[in-house]
Nanobody, 124 residues
Framework: QVQLVESGGGLVQPGGSLRLSCAAS????????IGWFRQAPGKEREGVSC????????YYADSVKGRFTISRDNAKNTVYLQMNSLKPEDTAVYYC?????????????????WGQGTQVTVSS
């Protein structure tokens, strides 16, 4: 059974850090580009970051550039999103998704598999 499972979310104070994990089962992530997306209450889902399946090229939305880092560990079949300097506006449910492609993008319709999401709340 193909599955993506996110973990690592939680409540953190502004300025704090969290590391989200996206673990795959039922398939190998090596040949998939991976994206992280988020959806805040009352807002549309938006792309946050993505990483290619080949050379590890990464892309970040302007809102998180310089604060978030995406990485992958193919040996563990897992992708990570390190989030630093968190802001209240980063509060959202974060989803990872896998796309059977070399290059990564933040176009949601291109993604084949989605996780169930993990809640991130940034609040004092």
């Amino acid at each position: 059974q193909v599955q993506l499972v996110e973990s690592g979310g939680g409540l953190v104070q502004p300025g704090g850090s969290l590391r989200l994990s996206c673990a795959a089962s039922g398939f190998t992530l090596d040949y998939y580009a991976i994206g992280w997306f988020r959806q805040a209450p009352g807002k549309e889902r938006e792309g946050v970051s993505c990483i290619s399946s080949s050379d590890g090229s990464t892309y970040y939305a302007d809102s998180v550039k310089g604060r978030f880092t995406i990485s992958r560990d193919n040996a563990k079949n897992t992708v990570y999103l390190q989030m630093n300097s968190l802001k209240p506006e980063d509060t959202a449910v974060y989803y990872c998704a896998a796309e059977s492609a070399v290059a990564a993008s933040l176009l949601m319709y291109e993604y084949d598999y989605w996780g169930q999401g993990t809640q991130v709340t940034v609040s004092s």
